[in-house]
């Protein structure tokens, strides 16, 4: 058994690609369903525009990246437009099943053989991570203990981190102020908040916006860190498996979707690597698992992990436990 | 014709003109001053008229009780009024300003507030929380002026201010930094209609702002309500209750099946042969005196409460 190789991996993948790229998309989801009660269920319908948005402008239209940046932003708040404007004003479900199904047909037309010249079908887009590749200061490995990460690896975490504090820092402005009151005030009954004359179609409005363009970043840095934007890397598990990082760090807390997401990869690398060499060494025999069924079988764990976190700690690792305790009554 | 009445809450004895002394009491009746004015409102729920009002004032400063029997449309009017529902027909306006149309948030903002049958508390909200979303007009809830906390902080203090004088008001200061979801039932009514007044309203509608609470705190209520009043505002409240309606309302509006069947002062209204008929169905025989009236209503209480004794003893046997 390799404990430091396995100890190793699951510290690169606690402030790794899949932490930085989950953090962002569950700090977007948090303001959506952790702050207003809106159940968006296409948070990986947002990252595909951002993600795509990038690609397109700067692989098909040969503009600049910071352009493309622009474009993936605007491409968000177009869609949070178009899903909100029928919906908010309708019962929370319908939101659900908008979100869900708009995600879907996002997905299914990015990889489209019809568009292929824009979209490049099922094959996705590369190489429009140029300018971001030239700007890497970074030279050299970095090591420190048991991590280490390539020049590109550090670029990308650093500015990738960096829009992870600079989201929760919007976050925790937003949230402690009047603004953020009315949110939390409509997650707990809309026609209440309402009455006391504030439109509150308009504020779940600006939440769908502002946490669907930080989901377009999350979704902008998954394809910039890959070099490569993937139609299949936005599908709905994209969605839940940001709704489990910020369920496990806490809904309606400031630094939940981010602990919650780094608990969550390093939790996935820790069992894959220590299921891997446990087959490797012949601690399990092959009569049970095999080396292939490892990826499936560490889902089940977290599955089972994240049941148990909601028998003895629903309200995730940062949330108020008196608050869960209000929402039964 | 001047009236005394004697305010629990303050007191003082409060003498006021009574608006009241030429307003005949039938239905559709003019005020003098009407702060809400009512036209050809219907709403039609499939085949079913929930509210149907040909004419209705409500006049200003005064505290009139709407009531009538269960699913006579009191509620669906208040719905109508501050605009959570849509009618098939109808117009009325709110101190000379047409209200058709408005979305709810509007007719708050214009100064008409409701409160809810079912009580609304804000659960994961502090009760001072709670308070502070009341308040209008606040630039802090507008989205780039919320990220900087100097623009917003001194109008945040005097609200809290405004806020605690409130609570202390209705007795709920010393719950301020509870959250709302862990208030008694009655405690919540309070804090609704606490919360309600931080929008400063002209005009309160209470949806059965009694229901469910003590005796003792419905008198506190009640107290409530008549210093609403006294202060200047309007209040138009729902209750069931006879004896309540009696003690706080200048008014009283009778509605059954939709419509506005009777109204006047309490003493007309409770020997009116159609408000009797409303309430106890239309082939009584003769009109009731109190006494037999309640002993009447005690025979129904009884006959339903041993009617849902045996449906529960047939339950109970086929689940053995
Ligand atoms: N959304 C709705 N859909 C269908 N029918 C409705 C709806 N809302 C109310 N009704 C019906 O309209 C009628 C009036 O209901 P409403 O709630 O206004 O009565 P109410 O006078 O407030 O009664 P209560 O004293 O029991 O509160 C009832 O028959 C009710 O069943
Ligand atoms: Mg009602």
């Not at chain 2, 100097?150 to 809290?160: H, L, N, P, T, Y």
């Not at chain 2, 210093?227 to 009283?252: I, P």
Request: proline letters at 4%; charged letters at 20%; hydrophobic letters at 45%.
């Amino acid at each position: 058994m390799d404990w430091e190789s396995i100890f190793s991996n699951t510290l690169e993948s606690a402030i790794g690609r899949d932490a930085m790229v989950f953090a962002l998309a569950a700090i977007g989801l948090n303001l959506h369903f952790g702050y207003t009660g809106l159940l968006n269920f296409g948070q990986a319908g947002f990252m595909a525009v951002g993600a795509y948005g990038v690609g397109i402008t700067v692989v098909e239209f040969d503009a600049p990246l910071w352009v493309g940046v622009i474009v993936g932003i605007v491409g968000a708040v177009g869609l949070a437009l178009l899903l909100g404007l029928p919906t908010l004003r309708l019962r929370a479900d319908y939101l659900a099943i908008t979100t869900i199904a708009a995600g879907e047909i996002l997905r299914f037309i990015f990889r489209a053989a019809e568009f292929r010249d824009f979209t490049g079908g099922s094959n996705g887009i590369n190489g429009f991570a140029r300018d971001f590749t030239n700007a890497n200061p970074f030279n050299g490995d970095f090591e420190l203990w048991l991590i280490s990460f390539s020049a590109t690896q550090m670029w990308y975490l650093t500015v990738g981190w960096a829009l992870v504090l600079l989201s929760v820092l919007l976050i925790w402005l937003l949230t402690r102020s009047p603004w953020g009151r009315v949110l939390k005030a409509i997650r707990e009954d809309e026609d209440a908040v309402r009455a006391l004359g504030k439109n509150v179609y308009a504020y779940k409005m600006q939440s769908l916006i502002v946490g669907g363009v930080i989901g377009s970043l999350a979704g902008m840095m998954l394809a910039i860190s890959a070099r490569s934007v993937q139609p299949d890397n936005y599908g709905t598990p994209t969605t839940f498996f940001a709704y489990a990082c910020l369920i496990l760090g806490g809904a309606a807390t400031i630094w939940g979707p981010v602990v919650g997401s780094m608990i969550f990869w390093s939790i996935m690398a820790f069992t894959e690597n220590l299921l891997r060499q446990l087959v490797e060494n012949d601690h399990i025999p092959d009569s049970i698992m095999s080396g292939v069924q490892v990826g499936q079988v560490r889902f089940m764990l977290m599955g089972l992990g994240l049941a148990l976190l909601m028998i003895f700690r629903p309200q995730g690792v940062f949330g108020d436990r008196r608050e869960i305790a209000l929402t039964t009554r | 014709m001047t009236e005394t009445t004697p305010s629990p809450n303050t007191g003082f004895t409060r003498i006021r003109v009574d608006a009241f002394e030429d307003v005949p009491e039938q239905p559709g009746a003019r005020k003098p001053d009407p702060i809400l004015v009512v036209e050809s409102l219907t709403r039609r729920f499939g085949g079913l008229m929930a509210v149907d009002v040909d004419h209705l004032e409500f006049q200003r400063g005064a505290i009139t009780g709407l009531i009538g029997p269960n699913g006579a449309g009191k509620t669906t009017l208040f719905n109508l009024l501050t605009g959570f529902d849509k009618p098939n027909t109808g117009t009325w306006s709110f101190n000379g300003r047409p209200m058709r149309g408005l979305s709810a948030h509007k007719v708050a903002q214009a100064g008409m507030v409701r409160t809810f049958q079912l009580t609304k508390a804000l659960s994961r909200l502090t009760v001072m929380d709670n308070m502070k979303l009341g308040a209008t007009g606040q630039t802090g809830e507008r989205f780039f002026p919320s990220l900087v906390r100097s623009r917003w902080r001194g109008q945040e203090k005097a609200i809290e201010e405004r806020a605690e004088a409130l609570l202390e008001r209705f007795n709920l200061h010393h719950m301020r930094d509870e959250f709302a979801g862990a208030l008694s039932g009655g405690q919540r009514k309070l804090l609704e209609m606490a919360r309600a007044l931080m929008v400063e309203p002209e005009l309160v509608m209470l949806d059965e702002p009694m229901a469910g609470v003590n005796p003792a705190l419905a008198q506190t209520i009640i107290g409530h309500v008549r210093d609403l009043a006294a202060d200047g505002l309007s209040v138009v409240f729902v209750e069931h209750d006879m004896d309540v309606v009696r003690t706080v309302s200048d008014w009283v509006v009778v509605m059954a099946e939709g419509r506005v069947i009777a109204e006047g002062r309490h003493a007309s209204i409770v020997t009116n042969p159609e408000v009797i008929d409303a309430y106890l169905g239309r082939h009584h025989g003769t009109p009731l005196d109190p006494a037999e009236q309640e002993r009447q209503l005690a025979e129904a209480q009884a006959e339903i409460e041993a009617e849902l004794e045996a449906e529960e003893r047939a339950r109970e046997q086929e689940g053995a």
